[in-house]
């Protein structure tokens, strides 16, 4: 009988320690919605990048992103081409929601000139190509099904 307790009891703290590493390895969700500060339009392959683990998500057709963390502190930047960029720093202890707004960003860029140039004509003359073979070389070629 004392076997059994005696088992009984190391199985118990082996459940008891386990259920308390588990609980250290929680993992929260940030997700949300990326838009368009001007008009509200979603933002549809959004970039969403987090640092401390030099991974990310890219925001769907709706706009929607989500990533899935370990409890802890990051430093997450929001992208997306043409627009200003947004970075925050969060300290994640629970599921999160984080909707942004990003503004365009106008980048003005200097004149160009185009400039093009006719190809110089190698053509002087419409004939067909012409090859001149002697009567030898002709009688030397194999005959086909001949």
Do not use: W
């Amino acid at each position: 009988m004392s076997k059994i307790f005696v088992h009984f009891l190391i199985g118990f703290f082996i459940f008891l320690f386990s259920c308390s590493s588990l609980k250290a390895q929680e993992k929260y969700t940030i997700s949300g919605y990326i838009k368009d500060a001007q008009n509200g339009e979603i933002l549809l392959g959004s970039n969403v990048y987090v640092s401390e683990i030099q991974n990310g998500a890219v925001s769907n057709v709706y706009g929607f992103y989500s990533i899935t963390l370990e409890a802890g502190e990051y430093n997450i930047r929001y992208s997306y081409t043409g627009y200003n960029s947004k970075s925050i720093k969060l300290i994640l202890k629970n599921d999160t929601t984080v909707n942004l707004e990003l503004g365009s960003s106008n980048v003005e860029l200097n004149a160009i000139n185009i400039t093009g140039e006719k190809e110089h004509e190698n053509v002087t003359s419409l004939q067909m190509g012409v090859e001149k073979i002697d009567i030898m070389t002709i009688k030397s070629i194999p005959q086909f099904l001949g």
